[in-house]
């Protein structure tokens, strides 16, 4: 089992940053690759970035790349999310997923675990 809780959420106002965490406990946590999905309202979750167990690959998507970057400290047993130059499209609730041992990293279907989620609000 593996117990996830993000924090670090907030309001901001466009052009500005935000630094999520998600700390992790219960089974070997370098064991797992890592994602960070967010939903908005009336939309389905979306993938916003991954990384490999070692932390040596990533991936984004699409909308986010060159503005967020994902990062782990297996040593510390979490993953961060930093979040530059945000736009009111980013707002959404944010999730941290562990494991995806059921498909690809960018399918929010593949993992295995989740945290409750942590909110970003990004103003115009």
Known sequence: QV??????????QAGGSLRLSC???GRT????AMGWFRQAPGKEREFVAAISRSGGTTWAADSVR???TISRDNAKNTVSLQ?????PEDTALYYC?????RGTVYSPDAYDYWGQGTQ????S
């Open 120 to 123: 970003v609000t990004v103003s």
């Open 23 to 25: 700390a992790a406990s």
């Open 66 to 68: 060159g503005r967020f």
């Open 83 to 87: 979040m530059n130059s945000l736009e």
């Open 3 to 12: 117990q996830l809780v993000e924090s670090g959420g907030g309001l901001v």
């Open 97 to 101: 997923a562990a494991d995806p041992s």
């Open 29 to 32: 946590f370098s064991s797992a």
